[in-house]
T-cell receptor, first 115, second 109 residues
Framework: GAVVSQHPSWVICKSGTSVKIECRSL??????MFWYRQFPKQSLMLMAT?????????EQGVEKDKFLINHASLTLSTLTVTSAHPEDSSFYIC???????????FGQGTRLTVV | GQQVMQIPQYQHVQEGEDFTTYCNSS?????IQWYKQRPGGHPVFLIQ?????EVKKQKRLTFQFGEAKKNSSLHITATQTTDVGTYFC?????????FGAGTTVTVRA
């Protein structure tokens, strides 16, 4: 199957700093990438959908100025958590699809801890 | 907005027994996908259903897509310890892929 690499796998940062998470499709071109947040023992909450070269579409309740998404190429999308606070601590996971309406391939996820 | 509900949230199964997890969407879906997430891991794609009333099998797993394309089910027969994990359905409508809450399965030998 296709490979999606997410980096870093875990990060600890101080409150008020920004953290960038990268999501790369290694062996295919991803037309669409999704960013999710997952709380312990809960489902994946869709945060935003990004298409290469266009602005991300954010879900209701997700602050676009807080969670900056850039999809600069067909193989790379980044999520920047700006001015992080402890309540932003969570597991962030990306996924990518080759074409519309096909299966999603997930990255390994990033465990963010804000102290 | 689109909502995908999944029940039950937890399923504790005796090894060898069968169980079913159900998924319902508030909107008509273009397709539905099922994923499995092992503890500490990331979701892994299992299958996609596209057609109304579609039924697909993968060994002991049977997936169904409802006639109205708003509900789906996953039935596992003769549960094994390797079936442990959380099973998510994900409904696709337009560009979005929205996940259900997941059914976390534990197996007692």
């Amino acid at each position: 199957g296709a490979v999606v690499s997410q980096h870093p796998s875990w990060v600890i940062c101080k409150s008020g700093t920004s953290v960038k998470i990268e999501c790369r499709s290694l062996d295919f071109q991803a037309t669409t990438m999704f960013w999710y947040r997952q709380f312990p023992k809960q489902s994946l909450m869709l945060m935003a959908t990004s298409n290469e070269g266009s602005k991300a579409t954010y879900e209701q309740g997700v602050e676009k100025d807080k969670f900056l998404i850039n999809h600069a190429s067909l193989t790379l999308s980044t999520l920047t958590v700006t001015s992080a606070h402890p309540e932003d601590s969570s597991f962030y996971i990306c996924s990518a699809t080759r074409r519309r309406n096909t299966e999603a391939f997930f990255g390994q996820g990033t465990r963010l801890t804000v102290v | 907005g689109q909502q995908v509900m999944q029940i039950p949230q937890y399923q504790h199964v005796q090894e060898g027994e069968d169980f079913t997890t159900y998924c319902n969407s508030s909107t008509t879906l273009s397709n539905i996908q099922w994923y499995k997430q092992r503890p500490g891991g990331h979701p892994v794609f299992l299958i996609q259903l596209v057609k109304s009333g579609e039924v697909k099998k993968q060994k002991r797993l049977t997936f169904q897509f409802g006639e109205a394309k708003k509900n789906s089910s996953l039935h596992i027969t003769a549960t094994q310890t390797t079936d442990v994990g959380t099973y998510f359905c994900a409904g696709r409508s337009d560009y979005k892929l929205s996940f259900g809450a997941g059914t976390t399965v534990t197996v007692r030998a």
